[in-house]
């Protein structure tokens, strides 16, 4: 399995292959870049297909979430892990438990916290070996209460914000009332972003792989249900991806009639030329990184001392950024997720 030579291979600082024999874990740690500070990112669980896709899976979201912290003014670095297996069927304390043993063998480079397939008390598990975990922390809320460390809610109100600045932008739009909006993939994040937006007054329809969560959903917001395979074809103002990452690609792109596309999804574009491919349909993107990066800086904010009103001031800021992006691309005639990369690059010192 190349490494150097990977096509998403963005001079890792670090890769690290883990396993332990006893209780089956087999996971990769990819720390991609601390110039900013230690790599914080998500330990994802997923039946990958093969080695190589769980190897492009971890190069690929540690380097988004390099570019997300930078973006995001956060004094982080950018780093992921993924476990190869089934969440449902392959997770277990003591595999939960080796990774912990692993991720502390980094010293601190990376911290690990909750991504696709693991929760908070699976970091609370791998915290029983390690320091360098975070997202488990219990947190205020508005109402003077207290929710888990789980920073779901905290990334689906960062998507919230940048699809409003996306539909200022792009529709003209001060508010959201009868905005159409499909959302793909309404678990943890995609449950919270509907509720956003149907308080907003948009007109939501959502799927999943999960049929029965999509209904469940629906009804709790008023959503209309559709099946998984043909949420790309609605006529609606706004396509919000928030499910598994390349979403965007050769055989979805020409399907799409909505003139935005805002999610929480990770590393939506299959491909960089897919951003290209959005800007000649005149379809405006929000990049993933920077509309996503509500959760992370709930989970920094968690380490530097957690006050909810001004984590909530930090992650309304990323409209500004979409903004700026938004304009520059305008001016520049430059797909917008090109131009977030040449700015996260600039604010990390990469000069590639």
Known sequence: MPLFDHPDFDDHEQVVFCSDAASGLRAIIAVH?????PALGGCR??????????????????????????LAGLPLGGGKSVIIGNPRTDKSEALLRAMGRHVERLGGRYIVAEDSGTGVPDI????LETAHVSGVVEKA?????????????????????????AVLHRLHRTDLEGLTVAIQGVGSVG???????????????????????????????????????AILDLEVDVFAPCALGAVLNDATIPRLTCPVVAGAANNQLAEARHGQAL????????????????????VYHE????????????????????????ARADMDRKPTAAVADRMARQRVGRSR
Do not use: C
């Open 33 to 37: 870049d601390t110039a900013l500070g």
């Open 45 to 70: 669980m997923w039946p990958y297909a093969s080695d190589e896709e769980a190897l492009r899976d971890a190069l690929r979201l540690s380097r988004g979430m390099t570019y997300k912290s930078a």
């Open 124 to 127: 609370k598990t791998m915290a």
């Open 141 to 165: 809320t508005a109402g003077g209460g207290t929710r888990s460390g789980d920073p779901s809610p905290s990334t689906a109100y960062g998507v919230f914000v940048g699809l409003r600045a």
């Open 191 to 229: 449950g919270h972003l509907a509720r956003y937006l149907a308080e907003a007054g948009a007109r939501l329809w959502v799927a999943d792989i999960d049929e029965a969560q999509a209904r469940r959903v629906a009804d709790r917001v008023g959503a209309t249900p559709v099946p998984a395979d």
């Open 279 to 298: 800007a000649d349909r005149g379809i405006l993107y929000a990049p993933d990184y920077v509309i996503n990066a509500g959760g992370v800086i709930d």
């Open 303 to 326: 380490r530097a001392g957690y006050d909810h009103g001004r984590v909530m001031t930090h992650i309304e800021r990323i409209a500004d950024t979409l903004t700026e992006i938004f």
